[in-house]
C-alpha cells in the first residue's frame, strides 16, 4: 500500500456544509481539482472555487430529481481503481476514467426529516443512494483514497494536504468511520421501515446502531472495560446528555446509579418537591416536602448509612439550602434539572463530587425498549411506562384506606417500581419509612426494610419507626401470608400489591384479621 497520496481530485457533495469554506481554500491553494454536485458546486462558486460539476465529469446531466447524478463508472471507477494494478490504470486509460483521491461527503439529513415530523414522501426523498455508494467505494479503496464524513476530520486532513498527502494511517481511520456512517444510516432506515412505516414491534432482524459518548476509566470493577454510548434515534435527555459541571470522570458505576435516581425522581416530575438517594441501582430513600431542603431531610433519615456515598437526584432546580444540607455527607453525584448559582458554589466547594444538570426530566410514561446481553442472543422488552391511579385499585379487604392511607399507598407503590425485586417498600406522609429490595423472598424483603426503620428511629430518637401506621408496598403478589405478617408486625396499616396469587384469599384473610386494608393494582412491577 501506498503511505502518503498526494490529492489531485477531491469530489465534494455535502448536505451539511459546515466548515467547507476553510476546507475549499485549503484545496485550492493546494491546486486540487474540485469537483461537485449540484448546491455543494454553487456552495464552492460562493465561496470563490471553481468546481467542475459532476455531469461535464461523468458526460451525463444530473436527472431525476437529482436521484441520479454519481452513479456511473467515471465516478465510481476513479475510486475503486487500484492505482498499481496494470490491469486497472489499462481500463481507466481506455475508458477516459480519472483518479479521485479524496471524496469528501455527508449524506441526506434522514434521521432529522423523520425527527422533525416529516411525511412520508419527504422521508423517503431523504434516504440517499448515490452518497453511500461513494463513501463505501472510496473507503473499500483507501488503500489510495481518503474518505472524509466528518467536518471534524477537516483539520487534520487540511494539515496532511499542506504537508503533502494522506497517510494511510489517515486513511485507514477514516475508512473504518465512514463504514460505521453507513451502517448507522442503513440501520436508522431499516428501523423506521420496520418500526414506524410497517409497524412492527419485534422485526425479523433489529439493527441497532449508537455513538460513543465517552470511554470510562474502567467497568462495574476495575478489571473491566467498559463506555458510554448514546441511545440509538430520538431520545429523551437523560445522563448521557446531562452536562457536567464539575467532580471527577463518572465511572460505569456512577452512570448507571444516577441513571436509577433519575429515573425514579422523573416519576414525580409533575409533583411536589421530591429527593431520591440511590445506592447500588436501588433507592435507600425517597421522600417529598414542601421544598428540596425538607424533602432531602426524610429521604436522608429512610436510611442514612446507605446514603453515604450514594447519588441524589432532585425534581427541582436546586437552590442553596439543599446543596448544604447534601453536601454535609459524601455524595458521589447529584443529579438535577438545573442548580442556581448559589447552589453551584456550594457544591463547588466538593471538588471530587460530580454535578449533572440534565435541563428536563424524561418522561416517565415515554416508550422505548431495554435490551440486555445474554450467552448466545439479546433480551428485549418495552420500558415498564405504566402508572396506576386510585381508580385503578381495587378494595379486597373489609376495611377500606383512608385518603391518606391512598396517597401513602400510591407513593409506596411508585417507589416500589425502581426497586430491585423482591420489593417491599413501606412509606408515610410521602417518606419512605424502610425499603427491603432483592431478596430471594419477599418475607425477608419486609423483615429488613422494618429493621432499617427500626435503626433510624434509634438514630433520631424517635418514639417509634415510622413503620407504624405506614402503607405497605409489595412489587409483585404475596404467594403466602407470611410476608404481609411481617408488614403488618412493622406496623404498617394497609397494603398495595398486584394480586394474583393461588393464595389471595388467604392473604386476604389475614389481612383481614389483622385489622388491615388492603388494595390490588392488577399490575407487577418486577425488576430485576
Known sequence: MTDIV?????????????????????????????????????????????????SDLTGFPEMMDGRVKTLHPKVHGGLLAVRDNAEHLAAMEAHDIGAIDLVVVNLYPFEQTVARGGTREEIIENIDIGGP?????????????????????????????????????????????????????DTAISMWFQRVDQGQQWPERRAMSSPLLMTLRYGENPHQQAALYASAGPAARGIGQAEQLQGKEL???????????????????????????????????????????????????????????????????????????ITAIFTEVVVAPDADEAARAIFARKKNLRLLLTGDLPDPRRGGQYAVTICGGVLVQTRDNCMISREDLKLVTKRAPTEQEL???????????????????????????GIGAGQMNRRDSARIAAIKAREAAELYGWAEPRTAGSAVASDAFFPFADGLLAAAEAGATVVIQPGGSMRDQEVIDAADAAGLAMVFTGMRHFRH
Open 407 to 433: 396517597n401513602d399507598c400510591l407513593f409506596a407503590w411508585t417507589v416500589a417500581k425502581h426497586v430491585k425485586s423482591n420489593a417491599i417498600v413501606y412509606a408515610k406522609d410521602g417518606i419512605t419509612a
Open 133 to 185: 455508494s461513494m463513501v463505501r467505494s472510496a473507503a473499500k479503496n483507501h488503500a489510495h483514497v481518503a474518505i472524509v464524513t466528518d467536518p471534524a476530520d477537516y483539520p487534520v486532513l487540511i494539515e496532511q494536504i499542506g504537508r503533502g498527502g494522506t497517510t494511510l494511517d489517515f486513511r485507514r481511520k477514516l475508512a473504518a468511520k465512514a463504514y460505521a456512517l453507513t451502517s448507522a444510516y
Open 251 to 325: 465511572s460505569y458505576n456512577n452512570i448507571n446509579d444516577a441513571n436509577a435516581a433519575l429515573e425514579l425522581v422523573a416519576e414525580f416530575r409533575d409533583g411536589p418537591p421530591t429527593v431520591v438517594v440511590v445506592k447500588h441501582a436501588n433507592p435507600c430513600g425517597v421522600a417529598t416536602g414542601d421544598t428540596l431542603a425538607e424533602a432531602w431531610k426524610g429521604a436522608l433519615e429512610c436510611d442514612s448509612v446507605s446514603a453515604f456515598g450514594g447519588i441524589v437526584a432532585v425534581n427541582r432546580p436546586l437552590d442553596a439550602a439543599t446543596a448544604e444540607a
Open 6 to 54: 498526494h490529492v489531485r481530485r477531491a469530489l465534494i457533495s455535502l448536505s451539511d456544509k459546515s466548515g467547507l469554506d476553510r476546507l475549499a481554500a485549503a484545496l485550492t491553494a493546494a491546486g486540487v481539482e474540485l469537483v461537485s454536485t449540484g448546491g455543494t458546486a454553487a456552495k464552492l462558486r460562493e465561496l470563490g472555487a471553481n468546481p467542475r460539476d459532476i
